[in-house]
């Protein structure tokens, strides 16, 4: 059983920069989860994984995103693209048929090809090979419904794991890897905390406690590790946090002041994250 991980959770723009914010308040104080043997993430989460992992520290990455000194994905996810999401989403009140309506959404989509989803991914990304770091991405198969973890150990390079982790339908088809279609772990779960069932010390980060619909939440599966004898901590934007964030976590604008927050909230939830990471 590794020692510890840290799971950071999907949800944009405004995720990351909350993330980013927490880890650097945290480290403020002298809680470094960077360190973390496990860096495991959904979509944005995965992207912020890879940054830790390549040995950024959490202050400069703040830095960046208060600053907006770095240039973050700009995607326009339309309304008709979340009514589209939302159909399949709320169509079912089993998280497994959610996953399944929505893996037929992603492979719906055929005016997207898989190379513009690498354009666009791959210009996010900070290095080109898996690091040395263990880094776990977590992504969906559309044609089973099956969660995976993609690592350096999975017989797949880093910008297809990446790819795959960030493709959102509708906005972008599933990648192919394999003989699966993969599309965005968050279309699963928000964080995928409960795959981390192999780590003694957790603490998940989650931007969004919960998707849409039967979706399980942050807590529940926080629930499920511990369940299994991990101890686990863990975080989520208080009110001050999601008035920050606003209605679009794609708007960035929004970054410096979620990422503010963030920090704020790992300073003040540094002993009980401390007591977790430490204990």
């Known amino acids: 059983m590794a020692d510890t991980a840290l799971v950071l959770g999907g949800g944009g723009l405004t995720a990351y920069g909350w993330q980013v914010g927490v880890l650097a308040g945290l480290a403020d104080v002298g809680v470094h989860l960077a360190d973390a043997a496990v860096l495991a993430g959904t979509s944005a989460g995965s992207l912020l994984a890879l940054d830790l992992a390549r040995g950024s520290a959490p202050a400069d990455l703040y830095k960046e995103q208060v600053g907006r000194e770095r240039a973050m994905l700009d995607v326009d996810f339309t309304f008709a693209m979340t009514l589209r999401y939302l159909w399949a989403a709320l169509g079912s009140r089993d998280p497994k048929t959610v996953v399944e309506r929505i893996g037929r959404l992603a492979l719906s989509v055929r005016d997207v090809p898989e190379s513009a989803v690498f354009d666009a991914i791959g210009s996010q990304l900070p290095v080109r090979d898996w690091p040395e770091r263990t880094v776990r991405m977590f992504a969906v198969d559309a044609l089973t419904g099956e969660p995976a973890a993609f690592d350096a150990g999975s017989g797949t390079d880093l910008l297809h794991a990446m790819s795959a982790t960030c493709a959102l339908p509708p906005l972008f088809p599933p990648i192919t890897i394999g003989s699966g279609r993969w599309m965005d772990g968050g279309v699963r779960s928000t964080t995928n905390a409960d795959l981390v069932d192999d780590c003694a010390r957790v603490v998940v980060l989650a931007p969004i406690p919960k998707g849409a619909g039967a979706s399980p939440s942050a807590r529940s599966q926080v629930g499920t590790l511990a369940a299994r004898g991990a ?43 401390r007591e977790i990471w430490h204990g």
């Open 231 to 273: 101890r686990v901590a863990l975080l989520t934007p208080d009110r001050e946090a999601r008035r920050a964030f606003g209605r679009n976590p794609l708007d960035a604008s929004r970054i410096p002041g979620a990422a503010r927050e963030g920090r704020r909230q790992g300073a003040a939830h540094a002993e009980r994250v």
